[in-house]
């Protein structure tokens, strides 16, 4: 596995020794998948953008393998079709195929990209619930999460892919969650030498407070475009936690505008802004609103706990934060608690 020394200097001691033990009961109805346990079999997918390159591929069956894990491809793993790892009903196939499997204990997507909501109306929730078992992934990946969240009734792990970096920091979150069934506190990473550093690990705070509830979210480019769908789970009482890349502010001042009008903002009891890479306004004159400008604008007249600067989205170093468990967030510290574990 990929770790790097920094990235362990960093991580240590920051997230990962908080409380254990769950402070709210567990939540109704949520099936928990069977916990990782080194010699495990997953699967590798790629359910949205494909991997054209025979090396790469070698490197994250190594990566897994690091992990005390086993590899199996998906029958479609290598497929291209256009930008895409496959046809709609190839990918979707392989989806379904990993969670029948069972020999399969879990399912990590290789890279995000775009696709996931194509093979949405093509997967076999029926077996899917059948076999509950951890989905692993970010960016595109949300759309699966969400769907998953509202249709399959387990948990999720919305963090790094399986061809992320995977430094100590990353691996520590995941194996915590995945490995551990812990119930850890999620901190950013502290003790960074540049100044680029340092504003990745600051938060803002537009609302303090603390705020409890289910943790529900992924990129915010994802969860816009399936508003009016059938594949997203219900919001109210939720933490919405939130990342993009590559997006200019008034695109995510459109996108939070579409939440608010369909109502998902007015539902929440907090949101937890990550991280936004990418995301300057480029050649924008001084009259334009920078990125906190607008999360501002929306998010302090909700009235609730809400933050900017968490340690999710397209970074090197992130959480693995499980869709569906209740959890306890600080807006004041930048910090989300997991109330219960995401697996059994």
């Known amino acids: 596995m990929q770790t790097d020394r920094r990235g362990w200097m960093m991580g240590l001691g920051a997230m990962l020794a908080a409380a254990q033990a769950p402070a709210m009961a567990a939540t109704p109805g949520l099936v928990r998948p069977p916990r990782l346990k080194e010699g495990d079999t997953v699967g590798l997918i790629e359910p949205a953008g494909f991997t054209d390159d025979a090396f790469d591929l070698d490197l994250v069956r190594d990566t897994i393998r690091a992990m005390g894990l086993k590899p199996k491809d998906a029958p479609h793993l290598a497929d291209r079709y256009g930008y895409l790892a496959g046809t709609d009903a190839d990918r979707a196939a392989d989806v379904n195929a990993m969670f029948a499997d069972p020999d ?22 029926a077996t899917i619930r059948k076999n509950p078992k951890l989905l692993i992934g970010y960016s595109d990946i949300t759309a699966l999460h969400l769907a998953f969240a509202a249709k399959a009734g387990f948990t999720t792990i919305h963090g790094p892919v399986a061809s992320s970096r995977w430094g100590q920091y990353s691996w520590d979150a995941f194996r915590a969650v995945a490995f551990d069934a812990g119930t850890p506190t999620f901190a950013n990473p502290q003790g960074h030498e540049d100044r680029l550093a340092q504003r990745i690990g600051r938060v803002r705070t537009f609302r303090p407070g603390v705020a409890r509830g289910r943790l529900l979210g992924g990129n915010l480019t994802v969860l816009a475009a399936l508003m009016g769908t059938p594949w997203l789970p219900d919001f109210s009482g939720a933490i919405l936690f ?29 949101v937890a802004f990550g ?47 499980p869709v569906g468990v209740q959890a306890e967030m600080d807006a004041s510290t930048g910090t989300i608690r997991l109330l219960e574990p995401a697996v059994a």
């Open 104 to 125: 399969v204990r879990a399912v990590f997507a290789v890279r995000g990209g775009w696709g996931c909501a194509r093979i949405l109306p093509l997967l076999d929730f």
């Open 275 to 321: 991280q936004c890479t990418d995301c300057g306004a480029a050649g924008a004159s001084y009259g334009g609103f920078t990125l906190s400008e607008v999360l501002q604008q929306h998010l302090e007249p909700l009235g609730i706990p809400a933050f900017q600067g968490g340690q999710f989205g397209h970074v090197a170093d992130q959480y693995s934060l």
């Open 242 to 270: 939130i990342e993009d890349i590559g997006e200019q502010p008034y695109r995510i001042d459109r996108m939070l505008t579409q939440l608010k009008l369909a109502g998902v903002l007015g539902k929440l009891k907090g």
